[in-house]
């Protein structure tokens, strides 16, 4: 069936660093792929997605694209804050194979530190 | 105005007894789901409702029944609640791509 593979946390970062968080996909048909946030205490907030290959996913700084050739939509981020301590979530949606069901990721964990 | 609002935010219970957790979504969206986040933040799908359709019922225990009275509500009961039922339950709704979540219930069982 379909899944979703992320790099395990927690990551923990200075403020200023890059950040790269990598997420590979296995899908029958052609997914969507996004990236959902979550701040403690809260529920999950879509980050950014993207919905065939070679697009570019992008909000608040935060970058991601589909790559069908390597299955992954790694998250990037040029610079982080302190405001992005959060749990991030990659997932895919299969609509060929499950009716609107998000499959997601593991969830990565990121800390930055000031 | 929250968009998708679920109550109650905690619920510390008993095992053994019967609870119920409600979800109300003002987007106008087709679609409900439940979802459970574990301790370790893994999220699975437990349920999918569709205009008051049930769409996917996963691999969840009979004591956990779904109710939609209409498209603006999904509720979850739980039966006879154990221990591993501890966990955060999320309600969300979609209606093309990309869900909106509810921030989530908190349940405990003692």
């Known amino acids: 069936g379909d899944s979703v593979t992320q790099m395990e946390g927690p990551v923990t970062l200075s403020e200023e660093a890059f950040l790269t968080i990598n997420c590979t996909y296995t899908a029958t048909g052609y997914p969507s792929l996004f990236w959902y946030v979550q701040y403690p205490g809260e529920g999950l907030q879509l980050l950014l997605k993207?919905?065939?290959?070679?697009d570019k996913g992008s909000n608040k700084g935060f970058e991601a694209t589909y790559r069908k050739e390597t299955t992954s939509f790694h998250l990037e981020k040029g610079s982080v804050q302190v405001s992005d301590s959060a749990v991030y979530f990659c997932a895919l949606s299969d609509l060929e194979t499950s009716y609107d069901k998000v499959i997601f990721g593991p969830g990565t964990s990121l800390s930055v530190i000031p | 105005d929250t968009a998708v609002s679920q109550t109650p935010k905690y619920l510390v219970t008993q095992m053994g007894n019967d609870k119920s957790i409600k979800c109300e979504q003002n987007l106008g969206h087709d679609t409900m789901y439940w979802y459970k986040q574990d301790s370790k933040k893994f999220l699975k799908i437990m349920f999918s409702?569709?205009?008051?359709?049930?769409?996917i019922n996963e691999t969840v225990p009979n004591r956990f029944s779904p109710k939609s009275p209409d498209k603006a509500h999904l509720n979850l009961h739980i039966n006879s609640l154990e221990l591993g039922d501890s966990a955060v339950y999320f309600c969300?709704?979609?209606?093309?791509?990309?869900?909106?979540f509810g921030s989530g219930t908190r349940l405990t069982v003692v």
């Open positions: 969300a709704s979609s209606q093309i791509y990309g869900y909106t």
């Open positions: 409702y569709n205009n008051k359709e049930l769409i």
């Open positions: 993207a919905t065939k290959a070679d």
